[in-house]
C-alpha cells in the first residue's frame, strides 16, 4: 500500500540539498526527519547519504508523497562529481550560513571548500566544525579568499560546461 501524500508540502529552493529540502517539509508537516522519512517507507538511517545518492524508488516516494515531479527531487542531490570535484566537496555540512539556517535552509554551495558567501543572502558562512573563537580574520586575507573562491568557482563551471559540450 503506497503512503498517503503529506497534508503540506513547500517548494524547492534553487541550490538546495535533498537533506535540507526533507528537514524543512518534516518541520512544515509538524514532525522530524525521522518520522518523515519512516511515513514515505524510506530507510530513516540514510537521511543525508541521500544527498550523495538516491535511487529511483526512494526518488519516486518522496516526490509521490510531497506531490512534486521525482526529477526535481533528484535535482536535489549532488550529480556525479570528477574524483577533484568530489574531493572539493564535503560529505557533511562543514559551513553554514547564519542567517539562512535560520529559514531552515541547507544550500549545496556550503558544502564546497571553495564558497566563501552564502550566494543566496551574501552573509559570510561560518565553520560548524570545531570550536568557535570571536577572533577576527584580516580583512586583506578575507578578501584573497574571496578572490580565491570566485576562481575556484569558475573554473569548476567550466569544467562542468565543457563536460556537457562533450
Known sequence: MKPHPLPKTVAPLPDELLSGWLSRLAA??????AELLAHIEIDTTHGTSLDFNIDAAA???IANAAR???DVVRSLTFP????????????????HCLQCSREG?????????????????????????????GEQMPEKLINRARNG???LEYAARLRVVSREMV
Not at 512544515?28 to 526527519?33: E, G, P, Q, R, T
Not at 556525479?80 to 559551513?95: H, V
Not at 535552509?105 to 570545531?130: E, I, M, N, Y
Open 28 to 33: 512544515a508537516n509538524y514532525c522530524d526527519d
Open 59 to 61: 526518488a519516486a516516494k
Open 68 to 70: 512534486i515531479d521525482p
Open 80 to 95: 556525479a562529481m570528477a574524483t577533484r570535484e568530489a574531493s572539493l566537496t564535503a560529505q557533511i555540512p562543514f559551513q
Open 105 to 133: 535552509l541547507s544550500l549545496k554551495h556550503w558544502r564546497r571548500a571553495w564558497a566563501f558567501d552564502c550566494q543566496v543572502c551574501g552573509t559570510r558562512l561560518v565553520p560548524t566544525l570545531g570550536k568557535a573563537s
Open 149 to 151: 573562491a570566485a576562481r
